[in-house]
């Protein structure tokens, strides 16, 4: 117990001197007399980016702590069994420059047939609304079965008009957009514990430049606001998810106010080195695919049995 008590003392006199030089660096504030003389703080920013990873996310402290008082931070932190929990992650240098990637092909370009069949990937919030409205009014169902193929052509008509929109975004972007140079970003909504829309344990994307990745992540979901020009023209894309990292914005070239970024994407729409569209789908969303199609071709089935049996006989 002595031992903790000694640590945890240590800690927390390692964090108040953290806490003074970036009150010295902000404010200027020279320290009381008496006090003995601090390490002398160079102006902020302090050079290269130094950042604590953070709920999976980098987040650079340079601009606000010195590489030693972000070396004492991360110290600080491994005492108390912080260094590698879930929260806070070790040091992170700065970021890797990005790979050299070939211009996307001027539109319109060839969408792979992969891309087409990936309108159907698994949606969970689909999923669970087919199910609560399946189970929720069973009462009716059961004393009024004749109302069942109207409900049932009704989810066919929902269906059919959500991967119809899906189709016609996701594809007619890939064919006719072009990358956007994304002028300024911001938050315009961000979850709480007491209010807006947070995820727990969940596969989100992320996406810097071309490259996009599915992370499980527990935080926050974000509003973001992006505004970029596409030949002269501006416009905005707002989409919800995790903080946009700057990920390449596709615009319409046909109509630059239609945008979409590759975070919205399934699946990487990193061009190849010809600069057309690779088709590389990974094999879990081919399994996604696969459940997608058989649970909707079931409603349909269920649907057309519905007709006949209880409508035309």
């Given at each position: 117990?002595?031992?903790?008590?000694?640590?945890?003392?240590?800690?927390a006199?390692?964090?108040?001197?953290?806490?003074?030089?970036?009150?010295?660096?902000?404010g200027g504030v020279?320290?009381t007399a008496?006090?003995?003389?601090?390490?002398?703080?160079?102006?902020v920013?302090?050079?290269?980016p130094?950042?604590?990873?953070?709920?999976?996310?980098?987040?650079?402290?340079?601009?606000?702590l010195?590489?030693?008082?972000?070396?004492?931070?991360r110290?600080?932190?491994?005492?108390l069994g912080?260094?590698h929990?879930?929260?806070?992650?070790?040091?992170?240098?700065?970021?890797?420059?990005?790979?050299?990637?070939?211009?996307?092909a001027?539109?319109?370009?060839?969408?792979p047939?992969?891309?087409?069949?990936?309108?159907?990937?698994?949606?969970w919030?689909?999923?669970?609304?087919?199910v609560?409205?399946?189970?929720?009014?069973?009462?009716?169902?059961?004393?009024f079965?004749v109302v069942?193929?109207?409900?049932l052509l009704?989810a066919?008509?929902?269906?059919?008009?959500?991967?119809?929109?899906?189709?016609?975004?996701?594809?007619?972007m890939?064919?006719?957009?072009?990358?956007?140079?994304v002028?300024?970003?911001?938050?315009?909504t961000?979850g709480?514990?007491?209010?807006g829309?947070?995820?727990n344990?969940?596969?989100?994307r992320?996406a810097?430049?071309?490259?996009?990745?599915?992370i499980?992540?527990?935080?926050p979901?974000?509003t973001?606001?992006?505004?970029?020009?596409?030949?002269?023209?501006?416009g905005?894309l707002?989409?919800?998810?995790?903080?946009?990292?700057?990920?390449?914005?596709?615009?319409?070239?046909?109509?630059?106010?239609?945008?979409l970024?590759?975070v919205?994407?399934p699946y990487?729409?990193?061009p190849?080195?010809?600069?057309?569209l690779?088709?590389?789908?990974?094999?879990?969303?081919w399994?996604?695919?696969?459940?997608?199609?058989?649970v909707?071709?079931?409603?349909?089935?269920?649907?057309?049995?519905?007709?006949?049996?209880l409508?035309?006989?």
């Open positions: 117990m002595s031992e903790l008590q000694r640590q945890l003392a240590e800690a006199a390692q964090v108040a001197h953290v806490q003074a030089q970036l009150t010295v660096a902000q020279a320290p008496g006090a003995p003389p601090s390490t002398p703080v160079p102006a920013p302090y050079g290269a130094h950042a604590f990873t953070v709920m999976g996310q980098p987040v650079d402290v340079s601009s606000y010195s590489p030693q008082a972000t070396e004492q931070l110290s600080s932190l491994q005492a912080l260094g929990s879930a929260l806070f992650g070790g040091m992170a240098g700065p970021p890797a420059p990005p790979e050299p990637v070939a211009p996307l001027d539109p319109p370009r060839r969408v047939l992969s891309f087409r069949l990936a309108t159907f990937d698994l949606s919030y689909e999923l669970f609304l087919l609560i409205l399946t189970a929720a009014p069973i009462a009716v169902w059961v004393y079965p069942v193929p109207a409900a009704l066919v008509a929902v269906i059919a008009a959500f991967r119809g929109r899906r189709y016609a975004r996701r594809i007619g890939l064919k006719w957009g072009k990358a956007a140079t002028t300024h970003s911001e938050v315009l961000q709480t514990y007491y209010g829309l947070t995820y344990n969940m596969r989100k992320t810097r430049g071309w490259d996009v990745s599915t499980w992540y527990s935080g979901a974000y973001n606001k992006i505004d970029y020009t596409l030949d002269g023209v501006a905005s707002t989409y919800r998810g995790l903080l946009y990292t700057n990920g390449v914005v596709l615009a319409d070239s046909r109509d630059p106010s239609r945008a970024c590759v919205e994407y990487s729409v990193k190849g080195p010809d600069g057309q690779t088709g590389e789908v990974s094999l879990g969303r399994v996604g695919i696969a459940v997608t199609v058989f909707e071709a079931l409603v349909v089935v269920l649907a057309v049995e519905a007709v006949v049996e409508w035309l006989r």
